[in-house]
Nanobody, 127 residues
Framework: QVRLVESGGGLVQVGGSLRLSCAAS??????????MGWFRQAPGKEREFAAA???????FYADSVKGRCTISRDNAKKTVFLQMNSLKPEDTAVYYCAVRYLQRYSGITDQGRYDSWGQGTQVTVSS
């Protein structure tokens, strides 16, 4: 079981930037074989997909963050990042990192398809 630890959240003003990190401990297979995803849960709302990066480096974004956020990974450091720019109040949420072991593009935005989750990091955007 891969263990995930997020960091980098905090309080930022509208229009500001944050870079979230998610460090993974080694599981059965190498980190570079996993799909990594970022999901977020705003107060009073369901958790939703934000971004994902496949084992091959293909990236996926929710429409709500596309153009403002960039997901990337450093396989040597077993870490995935989410660079968030031009932040808006509606980006306020707890951001969760998740890992999917199966190498398949189908369902990559579906949180039910992910196998392990971090504890989350709070992002608050003030206006």
């Amino acid at each position: 079981q891969v263990r995930l630890v997020e960091s980098g959240g905090g309080l930022v003003q509208v229009g500001g930037s944050l870079r979230l990190s998610c460090a993974a401990s080694e599981g059965t297979f190498s980190f570079n074989t996993y799909t990594m995803g970022w999901f977020r849960q705003a107060p009073g709302k369901e958790r939703e997909f934000a971004a994902a990066i496949s084992w091959s480096g293909t990236t996926f974004y929710a429409d709500s963050v596309k153009g403002r956020c960039t997901i990337s990974r450093d396989n040597a450091k077993k870490t995935v990042f989410l660079q968030m720019n031009s932040l808006k109040p509606e980006d306020t949420a707890v951001y969760y990192c998740a890992v999917r072991y199966l190498q398949r593009y189908s369902g990559i935005t579906d949180q039910g398809r992910y196998d392990s989750w971090g504890q989350g990091t709070q992002v608050t955007v003030s206006s």
